[in-house]
């Protein structure tokens, strides 16, 4: 029964996890796009920008409310489904929670009200300085989150005490060996998802005539910050992998799908891993790149699955959550890419780019979402078997309640969140589609033009 409990428990958190994810994904980059949009507007007076700027913050704002509630809901489960995790942890889980909520989400949710309320209220510098705001404390509330998340991934500057977790050096345990690489590709997993959800929108309109001022900048903007992050990732997430080969080898076999330990070591691309017998299936792989990519060796050694008896995570999820993340991210490549070629061989006119492209643009809104999704799903499982990496498993802190409890309260979030996802989906395409309730025929400039930005003193025509 306890095993029940303990898969049921870990599907709950999955499922709560998959949906809060999705909206700080989105904002941690997004305050910072309408930073970008904000001051473009105030730089050349084009009212496209405000056109776009207040579109995507009704989009801020609604991703923004559903996070706070599905984070708070996310945090009860710390003690109704893992009590134990708390009591052994809570002396560094705690107070990095609590960081958190008092410099970032109380500094966001503050001046969120100003960003949202306060244009023609408030001075433009007041407003603009609301917007910086804002988006600094996005960003601050995932370095205390990836600070604690990390820690729990490769956990440093404790020592136990009386059964308990106690902390010996707070510098460690922020900037513990993974963070660095997990907060940067977090960062850029952020960026590249607002970006594609900008574009994707923007396609969308263009493919059903709902095309305004601000679709052409709005769509240019996104690819182009999708361009120039992609390579970014992918050098920040090969880095992330010899992180991981050195602290977290049992992860990196799983993702791998190497069973035995393997000198030098192929890389597979493709199969079905069989965990029964310990080997894949239908393999397809190219021999040495895989000792290439992940040691810089032509010859380099990785650890296989069997030699981390009763501490291994499972094969399956890690090997395709993993390919999962790398196709989108080489789709994201592709498709920024090529898209930037085909503006430029149409002198920038975004309604002569192929209606194919566009449709595929459109579907690309998600690709962020579910490569991150994909990452997260990995990280975590590969932290199994347990909850804090090589301190704590996840089967001691599980809650006692009978299984049939857990299923109960799994069901209503699965029915809750499907019910949201698709409400916020269709509130999307609602704001995408009617434009002009939106502000988008703007006021024209009025303080901006006569108060200089706080870092600047352009004159605004």
Do not use: C
């Amino acid at each position: 029964m306890l095993d029940d409990t303990l898969i049921l428990s870990r599907m709950q958190f999955a499922a709560n996890i998959t949906f809060h994810i999705i909206f700080p994904t989105l904002n941690i980059a997004l305050g910072w796009v309408l930073l970008f949009m904000r001051m473009r507007w105030i730089r050349t007076g084009d009212t496209a920008w405000l056109g776009a700027y207040r579109l995507w913050t009704k989009v801020f704002a609604i991703s923004f409310a559903l996070g706070v509630v599905s984070g708070i809901v996310m945090s009860f489960q710390f003690s109704t489904n893992w009590p134990g995790f708390m009591e052994k942890a809570g002396n560094v889980a705690g107070p990095l929670l609590g960081y958190e909520v008092l410099t970032a989400f109380f500094l966001e949710a503050t001046f969120l009200g100003v960003m949202l309320f306060g244009h023609g209220r408030v001075s433009e510098r007041v407003h603009l300085l609301a917007n910086i705001v804002v988006a600094g404390g996005t960003t601050l509330s995932a370095f205390w989150i990836l600070a604690l998340n990390s820690w729990m991934q490769t956990p440093a500057g404790v020592e136990w005490i009386n059964g308990e977790l106690h902390v010996t050096s707070w510098l460690e345990v922020i900037f513990n060996p993974s963070f660095p690489y997990r907060f940067t590709h977090m960062l850029l997993a952020s960026g590249l998802t607002a970006a594609f959800v900008i574009a994707g929108v923007s396609a969308w309109q263009l493919r059903h005539g709902k095309a305004t001022a601000s679709t052409p900048v709005a769509l240019k903007m996104g690819l182009t910050l999708a361009a120039l992050l992609i390579p970014v990732q992918i050098f920040v997430g090969d880095m992330h992998g010899l992180n991981t080969l050195k602290h977290q080898p049992a992860k990196l076999a799983g993702i791998e799908a190497v069973w035995h330990d393997e000198k030098p070591a192929p890389l597979v691309l493709m199969a079905l891993p069989d965990a029964k017998t310990q080997s894949n299936r239908y393999e397809l792989a190219v021999p040495h790149l895989g000792s290439l990519l992940l040691t810089h060796s032509w010859d380099g050694e990785i650890k296989g699955i069997s030699s981390f008896p009763n501490a291994a995570p499972p094969v399956a999820p890690l090997f395709f959550g993993f390919r999962i993340m790398v196709g989108l991210g080489v789709l994201m490549l592709l498709f920024s890419w090529g898209g930037l070629w085909l503006l430029r061989r149409r002198q920038g006119q975004v309604e002569r780019l192929p209606r194919a492209y566009l449709w595929g643009l459109s579907w690309m809104s998600i690709a962020g979402w579910t490569a991150t999704l994909a990452g997260w799903y990995v990280t975590e499982i590969g932290r199994q078997p347990f909850i804090v990496y090589g301190l704590i498993r996840t089967a001691d802190v599980v809650t006692p309640l009978p299984p049939q409890n857990v299923a109960f309260s799994l069901a209503v979030y699965l029915v809750v969140y499907a019910a949201l996802l698709l409400a916020y989906a269709k509130t999307i395409r609602y704001m995408a589609g009617k434009p002009a309730d939106l502000g988008e025929q703007a006021a024209p400039l009025h303080s901006a033009a006569r108060v200089p930005l706080p870092f600047t003193t352009p004159e605004v025509r």
